[in-house]
């Protein structure tokens, strides 16, 4: 099971997340996700577990913990959703249509 951890404290590192999670069971991998350009954390991780019911149980318990004087959030992970390539701007964004219009009037030409 793929594990989603937020709320971490700037100064937690990969092994502190790992050990976290191994008093539940076996910890498959752990990472804190970090900014590429300045290295530091950005304050969430991902934790992976091959056993179910240990990852069930390490979420029940760890979720709303303490770290740090931070209280973490601890949930299943959500598959990742594919981005579009539109800049953000969805279906169209801000695109004008000028389709059956004569600068705005309305009427189109006939």
Same mark, same amino acid.
């Given at each position: 099971m793929n594990i989603y951890v937020s709320n971490l404290s700037f100064n937690v *590192? $990969?092994? $502190?997340?790992? /050990? @976290? @999670?191994?008093?539940?069971g076996e *910890? &498959? &991998? /752990?990472? *804190?996700i970090t900014d590429k350009f300045t290295g530091r954390s950005r304050g969430f991780g991902f934790v992976e577990m091959p056993n179910d019911e240990e990852a069930k149980k390490a979420i029940s318990e760890l979720d709303k913990g303490v770290v740090e004087g931070r209280a973490i959030? *601890?949930?299943e992970a959500k598959p990742r959703e594919e981005r579009s390539n539109g800049g953000g701007r969805g279906n169209g964004g801000n695109r004008r249509s000028f389709a059956g219009s004569n600068n705005g009037g309305g009427r189109g030409r006939y």
């Open positions: *590192v $990969d092994e $502190d997340l790992k /050990a @976290f @999670f191994e008093e539940y *910890v &498959s &991998s /752990a990472r *804190v959030t *601890v949930t």
